[in-house]
Nanobody
Framework: QMQLAEFGGGSVQAGESLRLSCAAS????????MGWFRQAPGKEREGVAA???????RYADSVKGRFTISKDNDKNTLYLQMNSLKPEDTAMYYC?????????????????????WGQGTQVTVSS
């Protein structure tokens, strides 16, 4: 059974950093397109970053230069390093695996029906 479990959320001040982790089980993350989404209260879930099996990455414009997605294939874990956090980064952050690879191929970091989700971890950034 495929499972994703996020860790590392918390409350920080603007300008500080956080690193989110996503432990995958029941499948090898190295063989999937993986990504991070976020959802703020009253807003739709939006794509933040994705990483393909060859290590190529893509980011939402709002986080480019501040966030870095990576994965450790040996640990079967996905990461999101978030630097220079802003209050508008406040959201529930979700780890995602996409067996269709659309997240890593189609522009826009869009949700599709093939995505598996973690339970989410809250990130709160205060000014």
């Amino acid at each position: 059974q495929m499972q994703l479990a996020e860790f590392g959320g918390g409350s920080v001040q603007a300008g500080e950093s956080l690193r989110l982790s996503c432990a995958a089980s029941g499948f090898r993350a190295r063989n999937y397109c993986m990504g991070w989404f976020r959802q703020a209260p009253g807003k739709e879930r939006e794509g933040v970053a994705a990483i393909d099996i060859d290590g190529s990455t893509r980011y939402a414009d709002s986080v480019k230069g501040r966030f870095t997605i990576s994965k450790d294939n040996d640990k079967n874990t996905l990461y999101l390093q978030m630097n220079s956090l802003k209050p508008e980064d406040t959201a529930m952050y979700y780890c995602a695996s996409d067996q269709s690879f659309a997240l890593c191929v189609v522009s826009g970091l869009r949700i599709n029906d093939h995505i598996q989700w973690g339970q989410g971890t809250q990130v709160t950034v205060s000014s």
